[in-house]
């Protein structure tokens, strides 16, 4: 979808049939409620916060909707004495998908590890748990997230290495031709958005929904938000 349609298409949803009220939004206050309205949107599909309790890849309209978003990049770090703690994440990550490594130990070179993601508050229980803490003899440990990094456990009998993260990155912020970014007051450049059409109407009806909140136009407001996806 082009952004002189978008802009279009939104404008008509505010105005009033045979009128020009909400003609005077600025660029700016467009760009900024679908960039909103787009992340809402991605993290309900990740999430699974919808009737059939669905998220991330469990569907394969999902799968088609969400895969293009997904990336996958070396990771550097470090070997501390109980884990592996990596440098700062991408800048463009957004949600966590997975983390494949590793593991180096004087007897094995390069074996794979099975990397399950685990909560920090229980990272000293399960490390101790003989049945799910890190050996290298199985191929299995866990990681954590603390801060912008993750850690990922090990022994004293194997190094972490080879680490690879997988993730759902942010979609790129959409931007009109000559507008100002409220953010830095810098004049942008057009950018239209990486979602496909239909997924973008449906995001565009939800950008309405913001736009009425903020003008007060509650018919307006009620009518974007029931055309607005919930559910999968």
Not at 121 to 140: L, V
């Amino acid at each position: 979808m082009t952004n002189n349609l978008l802009r279009i298409k939104i404008q008509q949803r505010l105005n009033k049939l045979g009128s020009f009220d909400y003609d005077n939004i600025e660029c700016w206050q467009i760009s900024e409620a679908f960039n909103k309205a787009q992340i809402e949107w991605f993290r309900r599909q990740v999430r699974g916060l919808n009737t059939l309790k669905e998220s991330t890849e469990e569907s394969y309209a999902l799968i088609d909707d969400l895969q293009r978003f997904v990336k996958t990049r070396k990771i550097q770090g470090t070997n501390k004495d109980k884990f592996f703690e990596t440098t700062v994440v991408p800048k463009d990550y957004l949600y966590y998908v997975r983390i494949s490594a590793a593991g180096d130990s004087d007897c094995c070179k390069d074996r794979d590890l099975t990397v399950y993601l685990a909560e920090e508050g229980n990272a000293d229980i399960i490390y101790y748990n003989e049945f799910k803490g890190p050996s290298f003899e199985w191929g299995e440990t866990f990681a954590t997230m603390q801060g912008d990094k993750f850690r990922i456990y090990r022994t004293d009998d194997f190094k972490i290495q080879d680490v690879t993260l997988t993730y759902y990155r942010k979609p790129v912020d959409i931007s009109f031709d000559n507008c100002v970014d409220p953010a830095t007051g810098d004049l942008r450049g057009d950018v239209e958005t990486e979602f496909k059409d239909d997924i973008a109407e449906l995001i565009l009806d939800e950008a309405v929904a913001i736009l009425a909140g903020d003008i007060e136009s509650m018919l307006q407001y009620q009518r974007a938000t029931q055309n607005a996806q919930k559910s999968n």
